[in-house]
């Protein structure tokens, strides 16, 4: 058995790297790092797409928004969010990043699954869609972490 190996273009190597370093630089942020250098890595007109109907859902549209977001989802996380990356794929400008995420809540561990897809310009994030792989599981968690919010 012949395994063949995909050849990275030029676009996905930049699109990868470039990923790569806003992703280590969001992780940082949830574990409460400054938030200055997620916001170097968006794109000026970013949108991200969070679906459901929590504290978190919404379409997200410009870097403020975004950062408004990030905050706020950090915020009703009380800080303890941690993301963990899994498998990735990278395709043209598009990067799909799978990841479990928790929180620590009142001595409960929450949990969750998501597909996140980027469209990268290149080397910003131009659009994001998060999307849970358990959605009403993932509503749930961000619905009751949202009313015990400060």
């Known amino acids: ?3 063949r190996l995909a050849a990275v273009s030029a676009l996905e190597s930049v699109t990868l790297r470039a990923f790569e370093a806003f992703a280590r630089a969001q992780r940082a942020m949830y574990l409460g790092a400054d938030s200055r250098a997620v916001r170097e890595w968006l794109a000026p007109d970013v949108i991200w797409h969070v ?3 929590s504290a978190i859902a919404g379409d997200h549209r410009g870097r403020d928004a975004v950062m408004d977001y990030f905050d706020r989802r950090r915020a009703i996380a009380g ?6 990356a899994g498998e990735r794929l990278v395709s043209g ?3 799909i990043q799978l ?3 928790q929180v620590e809540r009142d001595g409960e561990r ?3 699954r998501t597909a996140g897809v980027y469209r990268m310009d290149g080397e ?3 659009e994001a869609w998060l999307i849970p792989l358990e ?3 993932f509503d749930e968690i961000w619905t009751a972490l949202g009313r015990h919010a400060p």
């Not at 800080?79 to 963990?84: D, F, L």
């Open 124 to 126: 910003r994030v131009a």
């Open 79 to 84: 800080g303890t969010m941690a993301i963990v």
């Open 110 to 112: 929450l949990s969750w």
């Open 99 to 101: 990841a479990d995420g």
């Open 135 to 137: 959605s009403a599981a």
């Open 51 to 53: 679906p459901g109907q």
């Open 93 to 95: 400008d598009v990067v």
């Open 1 to 3: 058995m012949r395994i």
